[in-house]
């Protein structure tokens, strides 16, 4: 995308794609327990949007590994009940 800006957080249409993303899940299930995995660099970037933008519904953050198995196997486990499980 030629930019400095991980393509997650780039704004489209007022938010950073990552809060339409988690919007997306929101709107199929209020009830729904979002986690989403990334980097510690990502995450001074995310505690920014944060303060930058308004998201009503609560969001685990956990650090993300060195590959993508990694990361997702650290978002697995931060599951403590069952239920359905989707991978973004």
Do not use: C
Request: proline share 3%; aromatic share 6%.
């Amino acid at each position: 995308m030629d930019t400095k800006t991980p393509k997650q957080f780039l704004v489209i249409h007022n938010l950073p794609v990552l809060f339409h993303t988690i919007g997306a899940f929101i709107n199929a299930d209020p009830h729904i327990r979002i986690i989403v995995v990334l980097s510690e660099k990502d995450q001074l970037l995310w505690n920014e949007m944060l303060h930058k933008y308004s998201l009503a519904h609560s969001v685990v953050i956990k650090t993300g590994g060195t590959t993508r198995f990694h990361s997702v196997k650290n978002g697995l486990e931060a599951i403590d009940q069952d239920g359905l499980v989707a991978i973004h």
